[in-house]
């Protein structure tokens, strides 16, 4: 069936560093959609990205990621981090139903 | 996006008691609900699949009989957690998707505790 691999658990950066979260996928749809969700404490995910154009970068809020079907993966980047950046955030594929990831908590320190 | 309520927000029921949570979709056409559960360490569980005019598929490790689910119309959905155990504590999420939209909306969440 989909699955959705996010390899680090645990992100930690000092603000202004870049981040890069990884997000690689597994699925039978030729033409999935890819997304991120961000939650943050005590509050319910949200959506911050979503894709389904193969190489076709999107942003939002300063977050940018692209879709490469080539090799399955839909990384989440931002040039410079924020101390309220600090969440989770969940990387999710779109097949029959929605398959989400482990998470990542990314924590920004000053 | 969409707007999505859920009910209560927060629930405390004793062990082997059950509980009922709702889920509305305002200005939007919930065609699909899902319902998940986030544990204390953050995952998320599939509990069930439920999309109007088609029956509710259900994860493995999930039951009917342990979470039943009704989706009477575009807008509503609940989902009861009968004879709760310590096992069921956690965060419930719906999570709403439908027409032209692919991505999925959550609700706040209701939060159960098992005493």
């Known amino acids: 069936g989909d699955s959705v691999t996010q390899t680090e658990g645990l992100v930690t950066l000092t603000e202004g560093l870049p981040v890069m979260l990884n997000c690689t996928y597994q699925t039978i749809y030729s033409n999935p959609f890819l997304f991120w969700y961000v939650q943050h404490l005590n509050e319910s995910p949200r959506l911050l990205l979503k894709?389904?154009?193969?190489?076709k970068r999107t942003e939002h809020q300063g977050f940018h990621a692209t879709l490469h079907k080539s090799s399955s993966s839909f990384h989440l980047q931002k040039s410079s981090a924020q101390l309220s950046d600090s969440a989770l955030y969940y990387c999710?594929?779109?097949?029959?139903?929605?398959?989400f990831g482990s998470g990542t908590r990314l924590l920004v320190s000053p | 996006g969409a707007l999505v309520y859920q009910y209560p927000r927060r629930t405390i029921c004793k062990s082997g008691t059950s509980m009922r949570m709702e889920c509305q979709a305002v200005g939007f056409q919930a065609t699909s609900v899902a319902w998940y559960r986030q544990s204390p360490q953050k995952t998320f569980e599939l509990i069930a699949l439920?999309?109007?005019?088609?029956?509710?598929?259900?994860e493995q490790n999930f039951t009917q009989e342990k979470f039943p689910i009704s989706h009477p119309n575009l807008s509503f959905s609940s989902m009861t957690v009968l004879n709760a155990y310590l096992e069921d504590r956690g965060l419930y999420l719906c999570?709403?998707?439908?027409?032209?939209?692919?991505?999925?909306?959550f609700g706040p969440g209701t939060r159960l505790t098992v005493l």
């Open positions: 894709s389904f154009t193969d190489n």
């Open positions: 999570g709403v998707s439908g027409g032209a939209s692919y991505e999925q909306y």
């Open positions: 439920s999309t109007v005019n088609s029956a509710i598929k259900y």
């Open positions: 999710a594929l779109r097949g029959y139903k929605v398959v």
